[in-house]
Nanobody
């Protein structure tokens, strides 16, 4: 059974930091590229960051470049998203996503709220 379980979301003040994690099981994690998406209320889901299966290549949306860092630990089947200098517009439900060719899986999401 494939599972992607996000954790670490919460409430943080503007300018603060937060780290979210996605722990997976049921598939060969090291063969999949991993991404983080987010969705704010009333908006479409958008890609935040992607990391290759080996971890050697990362890509970021322009709106998080220089503030967020995606990483992975293939020994722990886990992908991380470190978020710094958070802004209110970073508020949303953050989802992890696994992809290998035409096979993909989604997590259930973890809520991140940036507010004073």
């Amino acid at each position: 059974q494939v599972q992607l379980v996000e954790s670490g979301g919460g409430l943080v003040q503007p300018g603060g930091s937060l780290s979210v994690s996605c722990t997976t099981s049921g598939f060969t994690f090291s063969e999949y590229a991993m991404s983080w998406y987010r969705q704010a209320p009333g908006k479409e889901r958008e890609l935040v960051a992607t990391i290759s299966n080996t971890g050697r290549t990362t890509n970021y949306a322009d709106f998080v470049k220089g503030r967020f860092t995606i990483s992975r630990d293939n020994a722990k089947n886990t992908v991380y998203l470190q978020m710094n200098s958070l802004k209110p517009e970073d508020t949303g439900n953050y989802y992890c996503y696994a992809e290998k060719w035409s096979t993909n899986y989604w997590g259930q999401g973890t809520q991140v709220t940036v507010s004073s």
